[in-house]
């Protein structure tokens, strides 16, 4: 998995691509918790280039997805999401 951070005047874009598994989930949920840390709370995810991901990975986008709501101070948007990824958040209830 590979991760790369662009700061933009109101968000930040996250760009995942490769997989997000039980391996790799804690490497997202650090990216996360890093921009949260640094004050960034509003988040776009391009999964554009993301093949895979796992429970592991959907556990950490609702972590992060929290922490950037907590006290009404920011939102995490999923964006490019893959067709089956975005079968698998529907049916789960993430969206």
Same mark, same amino acid.
């Given at each position: ?23 790799? =989930?804690?490497?997202?949920?650090? %990216?996360? $918790?890093? /921009? ?12 554009? $280039? /993301?093949?895979?991901?796992?429970? %592991?990975?959907?556990? %950490? ?13 920011? $939102?995490?948007?999923? %964006? =490019? ?5 975005? $079968? =698998? ?7």
């Amino acid at each position: 998995m590979e991760i790369t951070t662009k700061h933009y005047k109101h968000c930040d874009l996250l760009s995942i691509k490769g997989k997000v598994d039980s391996y790799t =989930a804690p490497d997202l949920s650090k %990216a996360i $918790e890093m /921009l949260n840390h640094d004050g960034q709370f509003k988040i776009v995810f391009d999964m554009g $280039e /993301l093949e895979y991901m796992s429970s %592991a990975g959907f556990r %950490a986008l609702l972590i992060g997805q929290r922490n950037c709501k907590r006290y009404n101070r920011g $939102e995490m948007v999923l %964006a =490019a999401v893959p067709k089956r990824i975005m $079968e =698998a958040l529907e049916l789960t209830g993430f969206t």
